[in-house]
């Protein structure tokens, strides 16, 4: 049974979510039958120990990695149907990130980084679009700036103006304030709510910050690969 | 995405790429293959142009036919045509005096109308500027050339000996249409008037002459005289057409380009290398941004085409860059080259642009492609788990593609399938001796540790913990060294050593075309100048005709030289005894009771080129006569000795009646040289060659041709200067991680630089080490296998390899790994975190 909603209309829905690997002795199941729904425009806190498979659901979730068994839909889309490619692009159009570690390209200024999935997706309005969402973070006056010439929470201001320049129905957030000092991680958090209600996207996010899991509608708490409560 | 806006995508970031120090080694890698191939092509291609354009003039005639007799005027029937114009050129070498002083000139007499096509050009003073003439020199006039001129100090109206007569200097003959058969012209040339012949007394019956009949006209006439000579064939004539001489010379060009190539193979073998190094890293830093752009939607094609295009578009700025560098460097080459080609060169074609390209194309899909083709299938897993990469290529896909690049490469430079394979098996020889050396170097580094201060033990640590990549610096610079160290040191050592063997005193001067009544009298006017052994050795000309009943005009010789001996007449002669230096190695040598029989030895020079053993049948032309002989013995000749040699000598009585004249070779010291100027006036008929002033023509245009090999050599250094740099990127987060950690526990920044500039060194001392033990191994090689010397390396050759290793690499790695060392502690300890 599913923790939360089930049915049609689910912007996420995962079910009999397995994931096994090879190790030294043996196979090692990191997520053993997980079942999840999430409704269009919910926020859900996915938390649990280190370890406890937190990171593995979400790589799952967002068709970055492939379960051994069980099944993953975007709104209403089996990823288990799609290659690859057909992965990457219903992530393209449907999917939104931000990362613990910003993972923004190096070589790229805050305006090009913000520009990136608008340029994947062949927008031809990009550069406006990425400086209005980055003026909407507050960064207006650093769009020519590397990332190695911003902070950290600059930094991750910029992958926010990222994740939902696209307008993506659906945001993925690992460990968001993870890297960052506890006042800055806050104002974050701040900023990604924020964001988020003004685009009335779905938000799954990975946390072991109480307070930040607190913020959500509902919280989904995984302990040694299984769904605890 | 379309591939248009992929491509502005990727041309978007090709800046941002090049301006990080990987996609610039990538660019410096193939621009200094483009440009050591273009500098050697587009050199090629000027003087195979030069030589094209002139392929209508080079024989001064639509048609030519030389042959060691006269030519007589009513021998070929359709050249009786009113409208065919004929002249005839009479060539042989002689010496020329003025006062004291002599010179070899190669003469050439001509008749009224010479030259039949192009146009000779004259100029009043030596070197001066050069105007076309219609007319040949006046009878009692010759022209000389600018080098004969200044040899012998003269200006014109001056009056020069040539045999037994008297001429007038007025003119400097700059330009004679067919002045050049190569591109090297050994002797000055001289042109005088072909009435004036007889008086010099210098063509007698066995002189080494050359006649040539001239003809030109409507090519209808040409063409009757072509067929005649076609449905009459006269093995002792040779016809030569304008396309023809073209061909021959375009293979000496291309035999001359292929060489160059060759030297600069080496520096487009280790830009590969530096290619592989740099694409591997450029393809590594790529992963994480790839992983991003799959997460945020970017389909494998997107990844793979964007990295293609930008691949694409590094290539073709190396290219532009590549060949204009070339362009400027082949000026220096034909700068260098200047003496040696008597032309202006035209411009050279585009051919070689697209030869670059097509191997910049082999070594882009061999080395450059392997690491970037995984990417496309980083999975996005990655952006988070870092431990996740790209799966490699499947098993020896890598391997197979350089494998193929290098065959690829290798036959667009050389375009001989043979030699590509001779090439690769030597390139793989080479390259595992200098590897293993190279190796056994890098072990050497570890015993030293111990004895250092803490710079040079954390630079000499470095050498040996970076195995591989110290191998593979080791081995690039150590290769462009030895080049550098044999052309430069060990070419001259081996020079010296054998002058030093052939004798102080070994003949220095020949005289031919000796008439047996003035043998006596030549002796002992020699014996007056202190050479009293002089040995006269006959000489008669005969060509082969037949070998086992076999017209030679029926076989097929495999060799240049074979042809040759079949085509022209060759110098023979008898003795009673082998020559001094000749051995005997196979048949017998004839007794007294043998004197008279139809035998010959042979030179194994004759046996390999004729396809000759012991008791085959030879049939000789000699002066008209038929002469058939079994080949009785095979010598071995010391050709070096400087005394009269042959290929063919026969047994006393046998030739005796056949007109010929004689030969001897003398050695005269300084003082006794002016003696010849006498000598020469006194037997005008004798021709008189300096052997020391042919071997220092021949040394100027090995110094000239062996400087443009090393000039070529200095793109090897260059794409030896790329490997460091590609090795020093691959080192580059490692050297940063390693100077925040020794800053932080208190190494100053002078320390932490002076370790990186220990290890250079090092690297340096050992390429340089290398280099010179592979000059001085290869010198070894080459003077004891080739040359039967003995050698002894220059310690000079040892102090330049170690020295210039260690300058260059010491100081170019110090200073590419200078701002890695730089970086505040604390920003790369955060930039890790």
Redesign the interface.
Known sequence: MYPGPSGAGLALEASGLTKTVDSPSGPLTILADVDLGVRAGETVAIVGPSGAGKSTLLALLAGLDTPTRGRVAIAGTDLGRLDEDGRAALRGRQVGFVFQSFQLIPSLTALENVMLPLELAGDPNARVAATAALTEVGLGARLAHYPRQLSGGEQQRVAIARAFVTRPPLLFADEPTGNLDGATGRRIAQLLFERNRAAGSTLVLVTHDRELAARCDRIVALDAGRVAG | ??PL?MLR?ALR?LW??LR?GEALVLFGALAVAVASMTAVGFFASRVSAGVAREATQVLAADLRIDSANPIPAGELAPARNDRLRRAEEISFPTALFHGDRSQLVAVNAVTPGYPLRGRVRVAAVPYGPAGAIATIPARGTVWLDSRTATALGLRPGASVRLGATRLRFTRVLAFRPDQSVGLVSLAPALLMNAADLPATALVQPGSRVTYAALFAGPPAAVAAVRAYLRAHPDPALRVREAAENSRELGSAIERASRFLNLASLAAVLLAAVGVAMSARRWAGRRI??VA???????????VLGVALAELGAIGALALLAGTLAGAIAESGIAWLLRSLIERDLPAASARPIAVAAATELAMLLGFALPPLMPLKRT???R???RDVAPPRLRHGVAPGLALAALFAILWLMVRDTALVVDLAAGIAVVGAALAAAGFALVRLTRRFRGGVGVAWRYGLANVSRRGIASVLQVVAFGLGLMILLLLAVVRGDLMREWRASVGARAPNEFLINIRPQDAPALRRALAALGAPDAPMVPVIRARITAIDARPVASLHFASARGRAFAQREQNLTWSADPMPDNRVIAGRWWGPADYGKPWVSISTEYRDAMHLKLGDSISFDVAGEPLTVRVASIRRVRWDSFRPNFFLVFPPRLLDGAAGTLITSVYLGPRARPGLAELARRFPTITVIDVDAILAQVRTIIDRASLAVQYVSLFTLAAGVIVLLAAVQATRDERRHESAILRTLGASRFTVLSGVAAEFAALGLLSGLLGAAGAAGTGWWVAHHLFALRYAPDPKLWWLGILGGTGLVGVSGTLAARRVVGTPPAQSLR?EA
């Open positions: 995405m379309k806006p995508f970031g941002r790429e990080s994480d941004g991003l752009m799959k997460c945020l939607g970017a389909t494998q094609r997107f999975p996005p897993l952006v988070l788990r930039a």
